[in-house]
């Protein structure tokens, strides 16, 4: 018996008519779902079906597919309902880091930074806030969370998961579920499944083996339909040849008859390839649109092409779930009044927990005294605060402090705190004597309706480096320079592409750039188009060359020179839809480092960064804060861990990379990022720092570090084999001089019994825990049977890891402290 399937639901069709399984001992985490009602209620079975028989071919069609909002708020997804029979409209928005609709709302940190804090009470409060603010903004599905695991170092959406170990990943997202659920809105688990870069998104074929399959990525997965995740959304990729959103062996065999997962499952957005077949495997929605669960699909079923069963059984799936959250009999609460303040604190909470303090040599960091008192702030987001990732994920806030305000108020009066761009991410004004016939590009404003027309010439002083930057509202301005278009589509993205920091303007213009890395000297000809389309349309046109970069950095390096500490703001600036082609800071900034920290070695890197990077300049830093995309209140947060008013405690939930050629993916094109369309996950099982630790590589930074600006001792480790689990219990006392989190983490050896290549170590269990200097705390973490067991491809299931198996305890999974080990037995 799989440990997995403690509670196995199913909604059949009999005859036309919908029953609901009971289930069998329902687990604890489902008990725990906050559903107004059972998972699984019989007594709801009838009404469901007496709908189902009520309901036309078009209704039922039209809760199958996407459509048009009349109502415009902004949100991904849309569907009517059937107002007639009490089926409300459905909203679903996006997405991981907050409710993206077009009113403002709390910009959660990044996922990445959530995970980091190593803490599901932390995930279940972040959920009921997403949860509160998607109910009161007027939607009724969250497209969240993301749970897809870090695989490749270099994928566009590692900020918005949480991690690249599947016990810690599964932790986060049934608690952040739960959290959602509570507020009563229905969340979505994404992207089902093994959706783990953007390369190729759409079409690549991941080729991925039963066990790894099994052991890494679906974990999460089935944590979130065991913590009652309402829906689920199929990834755009292939698995094993078929689509993800037609794949009856994710869909069917592993979700609902494994599992037991009783929602309904959508596709990505546009991830659709088929009516009949996709319906068959287990498909019920298609969003945002009706390509084919729309007309196609009711031809299908009058031509008999398609069983009405089939579609029955998507629609009864979509049923249940309203029903489940009072959706269809009016007894869903009423929507609550947003509550920014609320929000603000627990983006705060989050970040101040997630924050990873990297490295702090020679007392850098926490800022006090001397230190605190002239402290040169570089860089761009020092001044615009990073706030969140690109694309579905991009959140626009409230409000957002500037890391440079909240550093001024909190050094004080007696303090000196300068600023110095140091890399100019949005353009100077291009010089008037530059453009011929004379033009101000540095606010057009095209009136709707209208078009604005700019044929001249630009002068280029000396040949050089130039940056075109491009600024503007509405439809992108179409400008050529000697006839060659600088800012096309972007490939893979079209139109759609939300920037996060790089891709919007402070005032909130989208921004494009064009580099050539040498302009030729001399007169070049210049033609702008732009339209005013409906509501008018306002553009600039800058750039930044070799010699304003050059002024730029040396500007900084003075600063810096000047100053006793910096802090400098390093960025990097992902979205989905492409992916990092190197680990290195984008632009001229490992530049702008090198000159910084030569002029004071006191330097503080803060990244604002999606994911790992590669830090040629790390010797020479004195202290790196990883924040990652840190939301709203970033700027509080990251001010508060510099100055020791907060002292770190996150840990990183991914290895950080040495450079871009010792990575698990690093030199094989067929494992990242794929040949001819197809990508073979042929690391297998060593995913992350269980690669680091099989291949005997270092990592610049391993998996679960974090430094404290206090210290933690461990001790006294009893291991004890109960009831199928292992119970661990040790000790962590504070020995330093300032209160702090310390994450403790279990890791698991091989099971001797086990005739399979097996992880040096797995992450079994953790704990954060908050101490004061001298205290102490025994600490009970549970290894549970599934943690202790592999997947047999034989018997298609769980087996239980017996025998002889060590524990190690510690601060990271290169800081191990304290090493036992326990016999596991047989049978429970
Ligand atoms: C993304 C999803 C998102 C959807 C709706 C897709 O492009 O992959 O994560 O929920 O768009 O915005």
């Known amino acids: 018996m799989p440990e ?8 059949r069709l009999l005859g036309g008519a ?90 959660l940190p990044a996922p990445v930074l959530l995970a980091s804090a190593f803490d599901p009470e932390l995930a279940r409060a972040y959920g009921r806030t997403i949860g509160h603010e998607g109910r009161a903004l007027g939607q009724d599905v969250l497209l969240s969370p993301m749970v897809n695991l870090i695989r490749t170092p270099y994928a566009g959406r590692n900020f918005e998961t949480f991690a690249e170990d599947p016990l810690l990943a599964a932790d986060l997202v049934a608690a952040e579920i739960q959290g959602i659920q509570a507020e009563g809105l229905i969340a979505t688990v ?52 078929t689509y993800a959103c037609e794949n009856r062996a994710l869909l069917t065999d592993i979700l609902r008859d494994r599992w037991g997962f009783t929602g309904w499952v959508m596709t990505d957005w546009h991830a659709a390839h088929s009516t009949g077949p996709a319906l068959a495997a287990g498909l019920d929605m298609e969003m945002p649109n009706d390509t084919y669960f729309g007309a196609a699909l009711k031809t299908a079923v009058v031509t008999g092409l398609v069983p009405l069963a089939h579609v029955d059984r998507a629609v009864g799936r979509v049923l249940t779930v309203l029903d489940r959250f009072g959706l269809l009999d009016g007894s869903a609460p009423p929507r609550p009044e947003r509550d920014p303040a609320a929000g603000a604190r627990t983006a705060l909470r989050v970040a101040l927990a ?38 579905s994920a991009h959140v626009v806030p409230d409000r ?81 320079l000697d006839g060659a278009e600088l800012f096309p589509p972007i490939p893979g993205l079209g139109e759609y592409f939300t920037g996060g920091l790089a891709g919007t ?40 060359t070799a010699a304003t970069r050059a002024a730029d950095v040396a500007e900084a390096a003075r600063a810096a020179r000047a100053a006793r500490s910096v802090v400098l703001f390093a960025y990097e600036d992902a979205t989905e839809g492409q992916d990092r082609t190197t680990l290195a800071l984008p632009g001229h900034q490992e530049e702008l480092i ?24 790390l010797a020479r830093t004195g202290a790196v804060l990883q924040m990652y995309y840190p939301g709203q209140e970033g700027a509080a947060a990251t001010t508060a861990l510099l100055f020791g008013d907060a002292n770190p405690g996150g840990k990183l939930t991914q290895s950080f990379p040495v450079s871009d050629t010792r990575h698990p993916v690093a030199g094989d094109t067929l494992r990242y990022p794929g040949v001819l369309g197809r990508e073979e996950y042929s690391e297998g099982v060593f995913l992350g720092y269980r690669w680091y630790d099989a291949h005997r590589r270092a990592p610049l930074f391993p998996f679960g570090h974090g430094l404290s600006y206090t210290t933690f001792a461990y001790g006294g480790l009893r291991l004890l084999a109960r ?83 060590t524990v190690e305890v510690g601060s990271s999974s290169r800081d191990l402290r304290l090493r036992g080990s326990v016999d596991v037995p047989m049978s429970r």
Request: overall charge positive.
């Open 594 to 617: 090198t000159a910084v920290t030569a002029a004071n070695p006191r330097t503080t890197v803060v990244l604002n960064t999606s994911s790992c990077t590669a830090m040629p300049w």
């Open 723 to 805: 009831g199928g689990d292992v119970e661990a219990t040790f000790t962590v006392r504070n020995i330093g001089q300032r209160t702090g989190a310390e994450v403790a983490q279990v890791y698991l050896g091989p099971a001797p019994g086990i005739r399979l290549p097996q992880p040096v170590r797995i992450l079994a269990g953790y704990r954060r825990v908050e101490l004061r200097p001298g205290e102490a705390r025994t600490l009970q973490v549970r290894i549970t049977r599934r943690t202790l067991s592999s997947w047999d491809t034989a018997r298609h299931d769980w087996v239980a890891g017996t025998g002889r198996r």
């Open 505 to 544: 303007a402070p005032d909130g213009l989208a921004v494009r750039r064009h580099t050539r890395d040498r302009l030729p000297a001399g007169p070049h000809r210049l033609r702008i188009t732009a339209r005013g389309g409906d509501a008018g349309q306002t553009f600039r046109l800058r750039r930044t």
């Open 4 to 11: 997995a399937v403690t509670r196995r639901s199913a909604i």
């Open 190 to 241: 994404k992207h089902y499944a093994v959706n783990n870069q953007e390369h190729e998104r759409m079409s690549i074929d991941v080729r991925i083996d039963e066990r790894t399959l099994h052991e890494t990525e679906l974990r999460g997965f089935e944590a979130a339909v065991r913590a009652g995740a309402g829906a689920v959304m199929g990834a755009y990729n292939k698995v094993n040849g």
């Open 400 to 480: 957002a402090d500037s890391p440079l305000d909240t550093i001024r108020a909190r050094a004080g009066r007696g303090a000196r705190v300068t600023y110095a761009l140091g890399e100019d991410l949005y353009g100077k004004p291009v010089p008037a004597a530059a453009l011929s016939p004379a033009v101000d590009l540095e606010e057009q404003r095209v009136p709707a309706g209208q078009t604005w027309n700019y044929d001249g010439t630009l002068t280029a002083g000396e040949a050089e480096e130039w940056t075109f930057v491009l600024h503007y509202s509405g439809r992108r301005p179409t400008v050529t």
């Open 18 to 107: 919908i029953s609901v399984a009971a289930a069998t001992g329902a687990s604890p985490v489902a008990a725990a779902a906050p559903a107004r009602r059972p998972l699984t209620a019989p007594a709801r079975a009838a009404d469901i079906a007496s709908l189902l028989r009520r309901l036309t071919l078009d209704e039922k069609i039209s809760l199958l597919h996407g459509a048009a909002d009349p109502a415009k708020l902004g949100q991904a997804g849309y569907l009517p309902g059937v107002p007639r029979l009490g089926i409300p409209p459905l909203r679903l928005a996006d997405g991981p880091a907050g409710v993206r609709v077009t009113r403002h709302a709390t910009a």
């Open 354 to 391: 997630g924050g990873v303090l990297l490295r702090n040599e020679r007392a850098t960091l926490p800022l006090t005294g001397p230190a605190a008192r002239h402290i040169a702030v570089i860089g761009p987001t020092g001044s615009v605060p990073f706030v969140s990732g690109g694309g």
